[in-house]
């Protein structure tokens, strides 16, 4: 199984900007669906964004254009660029990749019911914002 190593977490003012990145082992950064997901304090985790293998980006409709994801495959790391933080963004963020699917359905899943799908975690970094 693929191990994901998170980092970059923290905290920042509202408007502010946080990177994480998602360490991952062998080469499924560059071959396989990578998305970042997130779970507030009594909430149900969500899903933030999804990218494919050749880096076509899909996003939450609450992230309203303030977060991108990439990857860098020469490092078999990917990335979310935060910008413009509120308060609600405050979470424990957790990436996520699969190694089958894109294989088997030619696209990534995306969504909250994707939370399903992926099959390797990382173990979640810390995000808050304050107001």
């Known amino acids: 199984q693929v191990q994901l190593q998170e980092s970059g977490g923290g905290s920042v003012q509202s408007g502010g900007s946080l990177r994480l990145g998602c360490a991952a082992s062998g080469d499924i950064v560059s071959s396989g669906c990578l998305a970042w997901f997130r779970q507030a304090p009594e909430k149900e985790r969500e899903w933030v964004a999804t990218?494919?293998?050749?880096?076509?980006?899909r996003y939450a409709t609450f992230v309203g254009g303030r977060f991108t994801i990439s990857q860098d495959n020469a490092e078999n790391t990917f990335y979310l660029q935060m910008d413009s933080m509120k308060p609600e963004d405050t979470a424990i963020y957790y990436c996520?990749?699969?190694?089958?699917?894109?294989?088997?359905?030619?696209?990534?899943?995306?969504?909250?019911?994707?939370?399903?799908?992926?099959?390797?975690w990382g173990q979640g970094t810390q995000v808050t914002v304050s107001s």
């Open positions: 996520a990749a699969d190694d089958t699917y894109f294989t088997d359905y030619g696209e990534c899943p995306d969504g909250d019911d994707s939370v399903f799908e992926f099959q390797s």
């Open positions: 990218i494919e293998p050749h880096g076509v980006a």
